[in-house]
């Protein structure tokens, strides 16, 4: 158990004290995202569960549009452990992509330096991951930064015709230098807009200000990734996430705790099988932020009992029958003896 779930009371009050200071963070949620609630199968049926936490106060459960904003200004060619930061964010953003649900996930690659281009609209991973990766693969690194005008592009991406109806809509912006304009205004438009969340990553260089005044205007957590090496496992959940949530503890139906399950960079989490009990089967997620405080969710699933189909049943009627006549036939064979 983590020492922020041990020690959650103290530091729900510490919240309290600092929640003027990180406005970006809001109120933890988690949500179960299939099967639906109160579903039936059959009893001794295998599922697979899906949910998502987050400390922004949205969830994905009905999918997830994504616009990755990437810099791609000249200084993005510096070379910092070992190579350069457009490699790192390459990596990032990549390992992100793989991490996110693949069936339920559209992607948008926006690039941006003193204009913002898009690389890649919507594209589904069920179908198009390979399209996407090339487009993250293929950001250069030249120009000077406008982070206001990547977000504004990503907004027409996830406001527009190709996005899909009821997902939920995120910006992760990346960017290392000081950006031209007030790029906050830019996120405000974009949650205006529709968008649900603009979460803001800060690489070496960066403005911590700058990028704060990102993410909570566009109701986005703001991450520092001032060390590099550290945002791959940040982007894919291995090491963190984008989304302010420290942990998830699922209780299953057997009554067995599963502690600090997995999630990806943005706070997804798959339990890929689950064996279902006869009855009410009742699942617990509970979702922890890194200031402690703290949200749950259930998830009831009924477990119907197996019915013999008609043939099933007649044959055996009939074998019972049987069964029933050579008992007899015994019975009276050992009275004649």
Not at 39 to 51: E, K, R, Y
Not at 187 to 192: N, P, Q, R, S
């Amino acid at each position: 158990m983590s020492f922020v779930k041990k020690f959650a009371v103290g530091a729900t009050v510490l919240a309290s004290s600092l929640w003027v200071a990180t406005p970006a963070m809001a109120a933890v949620t988690v949500s179960w995202g299939s099967p639906l609630n109160n579903s039936v199968f059959d009893a001794g049926s295998v599922v697979s569960l899906t949910g998502a936490a987050n400390a922004s106060g949205i969830i994905g459960g009905t999918g997830l549009d994504l616009a990755l904003v990437l810099d791609s200004s000249g200084s993005m060619a510096t070379v910092t452990s070992g190579q350069s930061r457009q490699a790192w964010v390459r990596q990032a953003a990549a390992a992100l992509v793989n991490a996110v649900p693949q069936a339920s996930t559209s992607v948008a690659v926006v690039e941006f330096d003193s204009n913002a281009v898009m690389l890649a609209g919507l594209t589904p991973l069920s179908t198009g991951k390979a399209t996407v990766l090339t487009a993250i693969n293929s950001v250069d690194a030249s120009g000077s930064t406008n982070i206001g005008a990547g977000i504004t592009r990503a907004t027409t991406e996830l406001t527009g015709p190709n996005a899909t109806a009821g997902r939920v809509q995120v910006q992760v912006v990346l960017s290392d230098g000081i950006s031209s304009g007030n790029p906050a205004t830019n996120a405000a438009a974009a949650f205006l807009a529709g968008v649900d969340a603009v979460h803001a990553v800060g690489i070496p260089g960066h403005s911590p200000a700058t990028m704060q005044a990102i993410a909570t205007a566009g109701h986005g957590t703001y991450t520092n990734g001032s060390d590099l090496t550290a945002l791959i496992g940040l982007f894919s959940g291995t090491a963190g996430n984008l989304v302010g949530i420290d942990s998830v503890d699922i209780l299953l139906n057997d009554g067995t705790l599963l502690d600090n399950v997995a999630i990806d960079g943005l706070g997804n989490f798959v339990l890929p099988a689950v064996t279902l009990f006869e009855g009410n089967n009742v699942f617990k997620a509970t979702a922890f932020d890194t200031l402690g405080n703290s949200a749950t969710a259930e998830l009831t699933l009924v477990g119907a009992a197996v019915v013999p189909e008609p043939e099933t049943l007649a044959l055996l009627v009939a074998g019972l029958a049987v069964f029933g006549v050579r008992a007899r036939l015994r019975s009276s064979a050992q009275s004649r003896g």
